[in-house]
């Protein structure tokens, strides 16, 4: 009886352990397997995704993890495109510059710092993902992937559009959100600034060695010209009609820090109360 | 008088059941409990690195009501965090609030235990499922959920649970599917019961199911564990071997390789009146396992590896802990405790007790796929390596001995010295910091003024040529009947940056009364690691006062 009893609970045991996991064959790792990235999406003749999708990636040249989260933005940016709207916001003790070394870049910003005290960040890299909700931070670069994956697809509520002027020394933005849908959110608007192409120092744990000296930056946040969380423009629940458009201008001087060729204002609505990015739009200022 | 009688009937059912239990001690109605609050001021004090925080006072509290009647228990915790303690796990403010983050209720009898709520569960040595609750390190990962435990017969044991996670105020993705044998033969065969020889087995299964919805890699939505023990003793002499095995789960933990985890342990011990040993090794490779595979720093875990190193309690001893890593190492331990008799030459009148311990842990030996794909390349198998493979690398190194001795019936001293290596960049996830080496003496001796009255006294001393350079430590402390007050300066004065040079100052008083405990505490925090069974947080640098009660009732 008690040699029956210990078989049949070892059977149980080890039929579990069968039955209750899932291998992944050597090949079938990636849902691309054609390209080391995902292939482009095929926008010819079909509709293109509308919903783009805004992603705060803080970083800093210092964090050794932080290029997993560079990573998995440019292999989103691979397949889709415009609809990835990425902005790194170094920050941190990660993001401190060191005369005399490949790190002597100093990236770091007045909005940069004061959103790492607002979003009670804990580490780097942190990620917020079309939110502006610090309980939504994400610390798992892959993880972003699929958090971006939710708006495939998905309609957006307003348009933006954003006409960059640059004048005198000055950046004026041009903003103007359109109701796709009627909307009764509140709603804010933020518009900043990003870099593209900045050679400079990264420590990279995956590298060999880990200190890469000529690490290409992109998407890097230069400033805000709404503040560092925006500018309510719709501050109550009355419906804004379909078709209906709010429209907002932003000026700022620009550094000399910047090369403004390499630069694109970003600006993206929200919701006031919930925080969801509603939309976002990415151009070129030279456009 | 309304709401006397209101009391009244909510509670004359158990008063009934008081009556009724003279004579019936087995259906005893208890109740019990205990609390908890520990609050924190904060001041600014730039030169440590001390944020002032807008709330000014910020405090972790909790309550635990417990009550049971005969084979029955129930319990509930309430929790509040106006605001979270800093340094306490707390991104984005996910654990501020109130509420009551467990409940449960069990069932036991001689053979059936079942358990419906939230419960704590181990299988063997946790390498499959450790669910604990640590509020130091501010863990609570209890599972949400049923556990039933049998006894099949006296000897072997059977449970299964199923649930999921806490995580914050709410519950993990994945869903936890367990379930753990073990045959302690011992008790088993009655020939046996009373033998010095005992030899018992075990094994466990979990399996974790989370909805793989990833755009870009194919990810298993079941990932599943197993492990397999035993342990053998004779006498003083004790074996308790492990070994866990886990599929394909790429996470964040292991940037999203495919390649499973093992992990093995033995340790060995040997004790007798006035001498102890323990021999312990463990190779440890991809064993990371969450309730949700994007889960990082103390959320949701569900394996545990048990430490390697010793857990020093004197402050400058613990400056450097060591942190398990489950992406990979390889560690052995050494632990020898002597006590020489009473009136032998080094024994004196009272006794002598040495102890000497030695850990170290490196790194595995890992090798590339190929020569175009770095090793831990996301979305590949990640890298190569075998079991029990040790790299070059040394992560941790400590060599200590301590020495106890009582000199009269009014004088006890404690002297240690240690050794240290610390790999600072792994250990501390940083790069281009110098690995720290590092002497660290103590002594400590306590007075006996009478049989209630005592003073004790610190020194410590840290030389380092790394990090902030070497610290020395004094302490006293005053006990009486109920009280205790202490005063401790640790202070850096070998920071290369003499700016830094900083005293860190601390007073304070506590009372002490049967389940009822009081301390309040001003002074200077300094920033460091504080580590419990290889699981660490990071404490910030304050400086302000701290108000701690706790009660058990």
Known sequence: MKKTIILTFAVLLAGLFIVSCDKIEEGEYLKNPNNSQPTPADTTGQQPLLRKVLILDFTGHKCGNCPKGHKIIANLESAYHEAVVPVAIHCTPYAIPQAGTAFETDFRTEEGEYLVGYMELEGLPSGLVNTLNPLSISSAPNEWATMFAQYNNVLPELSVEVVPTVAGGSLTANVKLTAEVACSRKLSLCVYVVEDNIISGQVDYESDPETIENYVHNHVFRTSLSGALGENVKDDNQELAKDA????????????????????????VYDTETREVLQAEMVDISE | MKRFLFLLVVFLPAIQ???????????????????????????EDQKIGAVAVDERLLSNSYANFMISYGKFSAGVRFEGYYNTLLGFPNSGGKNDGFGVPSYWANFTNDKLEVTVGHFYEQFGNGLTLRSYEEKSLGIDNAILGARVKYTIVPGVNIKGLVGKQR??????????????????????????????????IGGSFVSKYQKEDNPIYNLPNNVATGAGRLNIGYSGFNLISEYAYKINDPSADNNYIYRPGQAFLINATYSQKGLGVILSTKWVDNMSLRSDRNATLSDVTVSYLPEITRNYTYVLQAFYPYASQPMGEWGAKAEFFYKFKKGSKLGGKYGTTITLNYSRVHNIKKTALNDSTPIGTSGTYGYNTSLFAVGNELYYQDINVEISKKWSKKWYTNIAYMNLYYNYNVLMGTAGH??????????EATYKITDKYALKGEVQAMFTKQDKGNWILGQLEFTMPNWFFTVFDNWNYGNPDKSARVHYLNVGFGYVKGGNRIQLTYGKQREGVMCVGGVCRHVPASNGFALSISSTF
């Open chain 1, 245 to 268: 458009t709010i429209e907002k201008s932003y000026t700022k001087a620009f550094s000399s820090d910047w090369n403004i060729a390499n630069c694109k204002v970003v600006a993206f």
């Open chain 2, 17 to 43: 059941l008081f009556a009724q239990k003279e004579g019936k001690s087995e259906n005893k109605f208890n109740v019990s409990g205990n609390f908890q609050s520990d609050l924190q001021y904060y001041f």
């Open chain 2, 167 to 200: 995580y914050y105020w709410d519950l993990s993705d994945g869903i936890l599917r367990g379930v753990d044998g073990e045959i302690q033969f011992n008790e088993m065969i009655k020939s046996l019961n009373d033998s010095q020889f005992r030899f018992g």
């Open chain 2, 434 to 443: 110098d690995n720290v080496k590092a002497n660290i003496g103590v002594i």
